[in-house]
């Protein structure tokens, strides 16, 4: 028991560092602005499974290029906090290494998506379907993403224990969502929500967040999904 409870400490260490990435560094900020971007485009225009899971991967790679960034100037800095021109090579490395990324990112994009979007205008606009657990999943991921981009915007709380919105609350409620379409089941659907119901009101009972958080959170999980399950299933 008490390595799981290590594991979840230590899972949350880590949620607080891309969290904190994310609060202070605006170039970050701007490629998970980009992969929502990125991954919502490929969805909707129905790229293959495989050139899904390389655009994912690209995407993934290009956010760990920046973090590392991140995390070797912050190094830099306490190593070397006043002016040295070693530590201005080592920053300068450091953000070639994203640069190059970046780079490489945006042509495998541009490979993968022009010959959809020169069908895009050779055969009119069409929304892509998808199956229910693909539209769950990926439901799932820009909710994550939205809460990243929202705690960083308030800049409240800790990822974990607190701020806006409530990560679990919208969790929680993205999964009722997903379980009321999949199942199309009114049992189903009912004890889902008081699922999600019981781990919103954990979070207000535990004074972790405040009610307005909750909702928040809950609201912004149920929309994104029902948008996702109307859109593209």
């Known amino acids: 028991m008490s390595s799981l409870n290590d594991w979840f400490r230590s899972a949350g260490f880590a949620i607080e560092g891309i969290l904190h990435a994310a609060k202070t560094q605006r170039h970050l900020r701007y490629h998970f602005y980009a992969a929502f971007f990125v991954l919502f485009l490929s969805f909707l225009l129905g790229v293959s499974r495989t050139e899904f899971l390389v655009i994912s991967v690209s995407v993934i790679l290009v956010l760990l290029a920046e973090m590392l960034n991140t995390a070797i100037e912050a190094t830099v800095d306490i190593i070397s906090p006043e002016l040295n021109e070693k530590a201005r090579i080592a920053k300068d490395i450091a953000a070639g290494t994203v640069l190059i990324t970046s780079c490489g990112v945006a042509v495998v994009g541009v490979i993968i998506l022009y010959p959809y979007m020169e069908g895009l205008f050779a055969s009119g606009f069409r929304i892509a379907r998808h199956s229910g657990p693909d539209t769950a999943l990926l439901a799932i991921v820009f909710v994550l993403i939205a809460v990243v981009l929202l705690k960083a915007r308030f800049a409240v709380g800790r990822t974990l224990s607190g701020g806006m919105p409530s990560g679990h609350a919208a969790l929680a409620f993205s999964a009722w969502v997903s379980i009321t379409y999949l199942t199309g089941n009114f049992m189903a659907s009912a004890l889902g929500f008081i699922l999600a119901f019981a781990v919103a009101r954990s979070r207000t009972r535990r ?27």
């Open 207 to 233: 004074k972790i967040h405040k009610p307005i958080e909750v909702i928040a959170g809950g609201a912004l999980g149920a929309v994104i999904t029902f948008f996702f399950f109307r859109l593209f299933s």
